[in-house]
T-cell receptor, first 111, second 115 residues
């Protein structure tokens, strides 16, 4: 089966650092994506990992360990506008662009 | 540059009716995927089309169908609507259908409510 787990909710303080974890068990693996989704809006692309290691992009970093079926998204210098849902998604093998999404982690950033 | 566009924005239907949702991908993108997002959940894959051919199908009943036109726009059709079909329907476009980053760009979605 296909299973992607991430915490349901997290809270953090403005200016702090937060790490959102994601574990996955899928029948194939062809890359892991993180998307941000504000309430009532479309998901927007944050990061992509296909090889083990850390990918850094400004205040956002994403890490992947394929052997452990594990990824995390690290958000630094949190801002109020970072309050959103963060979706972990795995692209399974098969030569096409099907994404399996987790249920998302709702992050609330407080002053 | 225009992003992915979807129409209509909102739709209210009753059980048993049929609905057609429309999507225009980003210019130059040839792949369109459809996702269903129930409130509080992540998007669930319904279909992917590339070069007007179905390239992938999720675990949805035959009441769900789609097609892609020569200009790469796409329609999603749902027949015999059920209350459980109430959801946000997202369309995503990408340049190709295969490997690499090939990130998918999502449209604003169509909010379908079935009464």
């Amino acid at each position: 089966g296909q299973n992607i787990d991430q915490p349901t909710e997290m809270t953090a303080t403005e200016g702090a650092i937060v790490q959102i974890n994601c574990t996955y068990q899928t029948s194939g693996f062809n890359g892991l994506f993180w998307y941000q989704q504000h309430a009532g809006e479309a998901p927007t692309f944050l990061s992509y990992n296909v090889l083990d290691g850390l990918e850094e992009k400004g205040r956002f970093s994403s890490f992947l360990s394929r052997s452990k079926g594990y990824s995390y998204l690290l958000l630094k210098e949190l801002q109020m506008k970072d309050s959103a849902s963060y979706l972990c998604a795995v692209r399974t093998s098969g030569g096409y662009n099907k994404l399996i999404f987790g249920a998302g982690t709702r992050l609330a950033v407080h002053p | 540059d225009a992003g992915v566009t979807q129409s209509p924005t909102h739709l209210i239907k009753t059980r048993g009716q049929q609905v057609t949702l429309r999507c225009s991908p980003i210019s130059g993108h040839k792949s369109v995927s459809w996702y269903q997002q129930v409130l509080g959940q992540g998007p669930q894959f319904i279909f992917q089309y590339y070069e007007k051919e179905e390239r992938g199908r999720g675990n949805f009943p035959d009441r769900f169908s789609a097609r892609q036109f020569p200009n790469y726009s796409s329609e999603l059709n749902v027949n015999a609507l059920l209350l459980g079909d109430s959801a946000l329907y997202l369309c995503a476009s990408s340049p190709t259908h295969g490997v690499g980053v090939n990130e998918q760009f999502f449209g604003p979605g169509t909010r379908l409510t079935v009464l």
